[in-house]
């Protein structure tokens, strides 16, 4: 048995559902100050408290995975991702302060401004790292060989805009799916622009990618290799044909659905992209991989611990499924 594949799709399962987990609700806090008025930004607040703070465990779960079964990764993304990292968490505590706070402030403004500041830059953080790992990382052996500034370039500030424009468009994507009246047609009139400034990220980061990296170029234009590639800029177009549609038809469910939808195609492209290495042009799978008994003993505590995390996670949402009309968090 391949535990180091085993323990690479556990580390993508948990990556992939913080993004879309916590993503959405930190597109909440990127679109607060643009809401109509304080009942909405409430009402917004009040969609996402019974949930907010379990999204975050994927991220927990995902950084022990990779400290645990990559440690030579971990080493070495963490020594280039020392600022942006602290600056992200920074970010995510400012963020939780505010949530809890502002329910009980008598003047909510200061606690609103910092709810969206931290939510926006924790998800401008998260952007900057995905486009500096893409870009590649100076490693020397198995370290770290770069300087401390190196994860700020033009692609990563790029990729963190395109990030934070992302989960604006998931939030706007949960809003319609939980919210009615006056909230729920603003968050229609903005998810089309929205959605339109996605998938201009997506274009420009297909093609400055290739551009930029040769290794990933060959990856994706060679022969066999396209025929693997075609299936998802195809589905990409068919996802966002659908999504532009559902939003004139006014569909509830199928905005969202379809935001995770390009979400998900687009992680499993960067995927494509990168494989079989866990450092890009750096160390693999097999190379950054901690001994096969390390490996089993991590597994053997991740088949316990996964289903009761997807257990709360499911019971959670289907408690507080439904539309969310009063504004009873703040």
């Not at 991702?81 to 970010?91: H, K, R």
């Not at 502002?102 to 790292?129: I, N, Y």
């Not at 093609?207 to 060959?218: D, E, H, K, N, R």
């Amino acid at each position: 048995m391949d535990y180091a594949l085993i323990a690479y799709l556990t580390l993508g399962f948990g990556v992939v559902m913080y993004v879309i987990l916590d993503g959405f609700d930190l597109g909440l806090g990127i679109l607060f100050p643009f809401a109509g008025n304080a009942r909405h930004r409430d009402v917004m607040i009040a969609s996402v408290a019974s949930v907010w703070d379990g999204n975050e465990t994927w991220l927990v779960l995902g950084g022990a995975v990779l400290f645990a079964a990559f440690p030579a990764a971990y080493g070495i993304l963490l020594s280039a991702w020392y600022l942006p990292l602290i600056l992200m968490l920074c970010a995510l505590v400012l963020r939780g302060v505010a949530f809890e706070y502002r329910a009980e402030a008598r003047w909510k403004g200061l606690w609103s401004v910092s709810f969206s500041v931290g939510s926006t830059f924790a998800a401008f953080c998260q952007g900057v790292m995905l486009g500096s790992f893409v870009h590649g990382l100076q490693v020397s052996g198995h370290r770290y060989a770069g300087g401390p500034w190196d994860w700020l370039t033009p692609f990563s500030l790029m990729t963190g805009v395109a990030v934070v424009a992302g989960y604006a468009l998931l939030g706007t994507g949960w809003l319609i799916l939980k919210t009615e009246g006056a909230l729920q047609a603003w968050s229609y009139r903005i998810a089309r622009p929205l959605t339109l400034v996605l998938l201009f990220f997506l274009a420009l980061v297909s093609v400055w990618t290739p551009l930029s990296q040769p290794a990933i170029a060959a990856r994706w234009f060679s022969v066999p290799q396209i025929a693997y590639l075609a299936p998802l800029p195809a589905a990409t177009a068919v996802a966002s044909v659908l999504l532009w549609r559902s939003l004139g038809q006014r569909r509830v469910l199928a905005p969202f659905m379809l935001c995770v939808v390009l979400f998900l195609l687009t992680l499993l492209g960067f995927a494509y992209s990168l494989w079989p290495y866990i450092v890009p042009r750096a160390l693999t799978i097999e190379e950054a991989a901690s001994p096969p008994v390390t490996l089993r003993f991590i597994l053997l505590g991740v088949l316990v611990l996964m289903p009761l995390m997807l257990a709360y996670t499911w019971h959670t949402y289907r408690l507080f499924r439904g539309k969310v009309s009063g504004a009873g968090y703040g």
